[in-house]
């Protein structure tokens, strides 16, 4: 976990410090980025392990550098945690549906931020030691590899989707609970609302194609995946 490197992307410099002291006392590397210019010349030359976005920049929205990052073969499964002021729902949901792995809303505890950033790598970097690949219909998907095919073609899953079908794969044909869901993704530092799992979900389907139809919704119920 220690030496891994974040990128932060606020243009106040108070919070820019903040977050930067914690992040540092907890063993992390830091960059910091008061404008998404800045941001991108330093993604030419290297590529974080973690990005904590600030929504609102001087020069372009923190929605369309996660829509760049996110569109990018590159940054494609870069863990994004974003910083928002807006304290609506709507709001936060729209994060995600651009596939933000998390958000933090401002204000916020230093501590909690850094627990998140945790949270995230885990996700991000935990693999099942029992099954290095599942197969299921036409989805093959590469436990090592952080890869997903779909009748030979790979799409490009965000760290939360990817767990999520991981997770679905593995209990094939069995309900999984949105309390479930957010328990394989997050263990006991669940901060995110059950309605994250439904756009997660919903990002999942729409990546997959013809084989979303696999992953059913149990009205009241949950998720279950079936060929």
Partial sequence: MTNQLIAVVDDETDILELV?????????????????????KFLA????????LDLMLPDIDGLQICKYLRGHE???SLPIIML??????????????????????KP????????????????????????RQIVIGDIVMDIDRHEVKV???VVKLTPSEF????????????IQTREQILGFLWGDEKFV????????????????????????????????MEE
């Fill in 84 to 105: 928002t002021a807006k304290t609506e729902e709507v709001d936060k949901i729209i994060g995600l549906e651009l596939g933000a792995d998390d958000y933090v809303t």
């Fill in 193 to 224: 609302i059950d309605r994250t799992v439904d756009v997660h979900i919903r990002h999942l389907r729409e990546k997959l194609g013809d084989a979303s139809h696999m992953i059913k919704n149990v009205r009241g119920a949950g998720y279950r």
């Fill in 108 to 131: 916020f505890s230093p501590r909690e931020l850094v627990a998140r950033v945790r949270a995230v790598l885990r996700r991000h970097d935990k693999h099942d030691a029992e099954a």
């Fill in 74 to 76: 590159r940054f494609s």
């Fill in 163 to 174: 767990k999520i079908l991981h997770l679905l794969a593995m209990k094939q044909g069995r």
């Fill in 45 to 52: 030359r290297e590529v974080p392990d973690l990005v904590i």
């Fill in 20 to 40: 930067s002291i914690h992040l540092k006392r907890s063993g992390f590397r830091v960059r910091e980025f008061a404008d998404a210019e800045s941001f991108y």
């Fill in 151 to 153: 009748k030979g073609e």
